[in-house]
C-alpha cells in the first residue's frame, strides 16, 4: 500500500513504553535525531514494536509547523 | 519560548509553493531528506519563507503515525 | 507495511478535486456514506487517484471527536 | 449546532476502556467495522459513553490520510 | 449532539476566503483575539458562513502545543 | 522561534495531571475560559508546567473545527 502522507521516515525502534491507553514510541531517524510517536497501546502491541525494529514514523504534512 | 512538542527538527526550506489559502514547504532535513509540511499561504508571508530559510519542522507526538 | 493507525477503512475513490496545493477526494466507504479527505495535490497526482479506485481512508485513532 | 468536519460517521459505543488521562472508544461504524476513537477521559466521563449509546465519530478531513 | 472535544471556543465570524479546496475563517473569540480555522471550501459554503456569524472554534485537546 | 501555527493564546496553567503516557493541562486563557491540552508527561514535566505558569497554547489552525 501506498499512502498520500508525504513524509516517511525510516527509523529503528529505541524504546516502546506502555501506558494504560496510550504508548511511546521513541524512533531513532538518524543519530542522533529520535522522534517520539504517541500512538495506542493496542497498535504498540498488533504490530509487536520493540527496540532495534526497523519502522517509519508517517506525518500527514498538514500536522507539521513551521518554526523559524 | 519552549514547546510541548516533542519532535522539533532542524532543516533548511528548499522550495515554497503558495496556493490561494494553503502553502506547501519544503524542507530538507538532512540530505537527502525532505519533508513537506502544508501552512496557510498567511504564514508562509509572515514567517518570510524563503529557500536556504533555517527552520525547524515541529510535530506533535500525538499525530506521528508509525509503519512496520 | 503494517500501521499502527486503528482505523482503516476501505472504499472507492469517488472523485478527485485538484486545487493549487491541496486536493479534495470523495472516497465511498459503504454506500451511502462518502469519506472527504483533503491531502496535498502532489499525494494526489503520485497515487494517481482517480474514480473508481480502491483506496483506504486512514485515520488515527487520536484524530477522532465522538459526539454522543 | 452543525459542524465543518466532512465526516460524521453513525455508530455504537462497543466498549469503553478508561485510563488514567485518555480513554479508548470503540464505535461499530457498520457491522463489522469497528472505529477507535482516543478521547480524554474526561470526555468519556462527561458524555457518559457506554456499550451500545449512538454516537457519532467526527472526523476533519484534513487528518485523513488515502492509502492505494 | 455533545461532543467529546474539550475546547469549544465561542466567538463571531470576522473574514471567510475561499480557495479553490481549502477556506480560511477567521473567528474573534474575544477582542482582540481571532483564531484562524483552515476548513474546507466545501464546509464553509455548507454552514454558510459569513463575517457576523455566531460560531464555535471547537479543538480536539490532543492538537494543542503547549509553549512556556 | 516564530511559529507558522496561526493560533496561540496567551494564558496561566491551572492544573496539571500527570498519567502514565500523557499528561492533561487545564490552561486558563481568560476567565472563565479554560483549553484543555494533552501533551506527553515526559513535555510536561521537561516544561516543569504547574499552576500559575504563563504559557501558550497552540493551535494549528488545519485542526480546527466551525460550529455553526
Known sequence: MELSARNQLNGKVK???LGMIT???KIEV???NVIT????KESA???G???GD???AII???EIIVGK
Chains 1, 2, 3, 4, 5, 6 share one sequence.
Open 30 to 32: 538518524e543519530d542522533p
Open 60 to 62: 500527514k504534512s498538514t
Open 23 to 25: 504508548a511511546s514510541i
Open 49 to 51: 514494536l520493540k527496540e
Open 37 to 40: 510517536a504517541v500512538i495506542t
Open 45 to 47: 502491541e498488533k504490530l
Open 15 to 17: 524504546n516502546v513504553e
Open 54 to 56: 526497523d519502522v517509519k
